[in-house]
T-cell receptor, first 114, second 113 residues
Framework: EAGVAQSPRYKIIEKRQSVAFWCNPI?????LYWYQQILGQGPKLLIQ????????DSQLPKDRFSAERLKGVDSTLKIQPAKLEDSAVYLC????????????FGPGTRLTVL | KQEVTQIPAALSVPEGENLVLNCSFT??????LQWFRQDPGKGLTSLLL?????REQTSGRLNASLDKSSGRSTLYIAASQPGDSATYLC????????????FGAGTQVVVTP
């Protein structure tokens, strides 16, 4: 069974530029999560989708971050404009549903903002 | 507000010794608790998931216990090997969430040959 796929794996940008990350969850997983992991900290949930609807985006900085999950499969997370404090690893995870929620993570995208 | 703490932040043990990793949480009302392993530059690998009604889960050399009343979970790794070197994170799912996990900062483990 293929795992969660993410791209790119690494990205370096300058502040005020924009960047986008892509995630393809495990086939059949209805729930998709985007987490932000700052160095030395545990991951923090940014946004959670159930199929193609948002169920939790309470910690998403909506003035600069946006995410979508078209057709309930792939998802894209965008940052525009980026700030220095956005430097982190962005992890995508998926689960069968919110009740059966053992979460499986992708390899992450390491973002460096200069 | 739920807070998850993992102490120590790092530890080093010689090969063959048993590893004991601690996780504490402030609100005992959790839906489940999950232990993960993270290798440098990699994503998280799920190790064990314990439902709130369970006391422990086992997989191979790994055993995780859960004591909700005291807000603690312990991950035991028997007969450690250099390949066990990684960061171990625990995460709890609050009961009123849609599945989101609240993570600790992790314990970085080094097993020396």
């Amino acid at each position: 069974e293929a795992g969660v796929a993410q791209s790119p794996r690494y990205k370096i940008i300058e502040k005020r530029q924009s960047v986008a990350f892509w995630c393809n969850p495990i086939s059949g997983h209805a729930t998709l999560y985007w987490y932000q992991q700052i160095l030395g900290q545990g991951p923090k949930l940014l946004i959670q989708f159930q199929n193609n609807g948002v169920v939790d985006d309470s910690q998403l900085p909506k003035d600069r971050f946006s995410a979508e999950r078209l057709k309930g499969v792939d998802s894209t997370l965008k940052i525009q404009p980026a700030k220095l404090e956005d430097s982190a690893v962005y992890l995508c995870a998926s689960s069968l549903g919110t009740d059966f929620n053992e979460q499986f993570f992708g390899p992450g995208t390491r973002l460096t903002v200069l | 507000k739920q807070e998850v703490t993992q102490i120590p932040a790092a530890l080093s043990v010689p090969e063959g010794e048993n590893l004991v990793l601690n996780c504490s949480f402030t609100d005992s009302a959790i839906y489940n608790l999950q232990w993960f392993r993270q290798d440098p530059g990699k994503g998280l690998t799920s190790l064990l998931l314990i439902q709130s009604s369970q006391r422990e889960q086992t997989s191979g050399r790994l055993n995780a216990s859960l004591d909700k009343s005291s807000g603690r979970s312990t991950l035991y790794i028997a007969a450690s090997q250099p390949g066990d070197s990684a960061t171990y994170l625990c995460a709890v799912r609050p009961p009123d969430s849609w599945g989101k996990l609240q993570f600790g900062a992790g314990t970085q483990v080094v097993v020396t040959p």
